[in-house]
């Protein structure tokens, strides 16, 4: 595996299920991140991890739970969605460190998450 | 509040036209600008980053300029073939945070 892989690619689930989202990482980074695109909008940050420790919530609900338990991998626990939290989901990484030059972001393939 | 907007939104051109796409963001502290592809239901492939103190990045095809002070980037794509159809979007570094614009849609016609 190289580059940056999401699983499942597609996820279909109900309100009331709960579900995971995993990333996994072949690049040796140090920083992870979720993002989520929607229809019509931008893509948006949720969270991103350096060196396993999250340092950016960027306002997501608690019905989203992200874990990181080491450098390499990265998940998204799902809990009672909503049907509005349909859309793509992706995971990127990059090399982060104090005094090195803002690294290019790699993003995996998404999984397409669609809530009933 | 960083802000990028790109510019058409969607753009359809016959093969071989060179073309230009646009990039604009309100706040010039950043530090680097990214340009990516995506393909329809598909994750995005990084083109080319310019870092703030670049003015530009070539890649095969490929040609992206950063102008800071005004805030302005443009991706130029020589030669433009089919399988360059896709959407392209444009994002800046602020930190950590990078802040997308919404993408232009380009068609390519054979």
């Known amino acids: 595996e190289t580059g940056v892989t999401q699983t499942p690619r597609h996820l279909v689930m109900g309100m009331t299920n709960k579900k995971s989202l995993k990333c996994e990482q072949h690049l040796g980074h140090n920083a992870m991140y979720w993002y989520k695109q929607s229809a019509k909008k931008p893509l948006e940050l949720m969270f991103v991890?350096?060196?396993?420790?999250?340092?950016e919530n960027n306002s997501v609900p608690s019905r989203f739970s992200p874990e990181c338990p080491n450098s390499s991998h990265l998940f998204l626990h799902l809990h009672t969605l909503q049907p509005e939290d349909s859309a793509l989901y992706l995971c990127a990484s990059s090399q982060e460190g104090a005094g090195l030059t803002y690294n290019e972001q790699f993003f995996g393939p998404g999984t397409r998450l669609t809530v009933l | 509040k960083q802000e990028v907007t790109q510019i058409p939104a969607a753009l359809s051109v016959p093969e071989g036209e060179n073309l230009v796409l646009n990039c604009s963001f309100t706040d010039s502290a950043i530090y680097n600008l990214q340009w990516f592809r995506q393909d329809p239901g598909k994750g995005l492939t990084s083109l080319l980053l310019i870092q703030s103190s670049q003015r530009e990045q070539t890649s095969g095809r490929l040609n992206a300029s950063l102008d800071k002070s005004s805030g302005r980037s443009t991706l130029y794509i020589a030669a433009s073939q089919p399988g360059d159809s896709a959407t392209y979007l444009c994002a800046v570094r602020g930190a950590q945070k990078l802040v997308f614009g919404q993408g232009t849609r380009l068609t390519i016609n054979p």
């Open positions: 991890y350096n060196f396993k420790e999250q340092t």
